[in-house]
C-alpha cells in the first residue's frame, strides 16, 4: 500500500510558477513510477507527467518544455515544477503511483491548480 498526499497548489496569475509536491508513505518509494495526472471540469483526466525509478521522463505535448517532474527517493516525495502557466492548466493535479511489476495503481486527493488573472 501506498498513501499519496499532494501540495502546492492555488491561485496563480498566467505566466506565473507553481510547484507541487507528492509525499509518499507505506511502501518502498524508489521502486515506484510516479505519475501527475490532472482532470479539469468536464474533462476526462489526462496524463501530466511521468517519471521511472531510473528517472525516465515523459510529458504531455501540452506541457512540454514549462513542467518539469522530479523525483527525491531520500524524501519519499515527487515534484511537478509548472512555469509559465495557462489558464488552460487549470485543473485538479493528481499524483499517482504506479508500480511496474503489478502495474498496481495508488492516487492522492488532488490539488487544484487556478490559473487565472
Known amino acids: 500500500q501506498v498513501q499519496l498526499v499532494e501540495s502546492g497548489g492555488g491561485l496563480v496569475q498566467p505566466g506565473g510558477s507553481l510547484r507541487l509536491s507528492c509525499a509518499a508513505s507505506?511502501?518502498?518509494?524508489?521502486?515506484?513510477?510516479m505519475g501527475w495526472y490532472r482532470q479539469a471540469p468536464g474533462k476526462q483526466r489526462e496524463l501530466v507527467a511521468t517519471i521511472t525509478s531510473v528517472l525516465s521522463t515523459n510529458y504531455a505535448d501540452s506541457v512540454k518544455g514549462r513542467f518539469t517532474i522530479s523525483r527525491d527517493n531520500a524524501k519519499n516525495t515527487a515534484y511537478l515544477q509548472m512555469n509559465s502557466l495557462k489558464p488552460e492548466d487549470t485543473a485538479v493535479y493528481y499524483c499517482n503511483a504506479k508500480r511496474p511489476a503489478t502495474g498496481t495503481n495508488y492516487w492522492g486527493q488532488g490539488t487544484q491548480v487556478t490559473v487565472s488573472s
Open positions: 507505506g511502501s518502498i518509494f524508489s521502486i515506484y513510477t
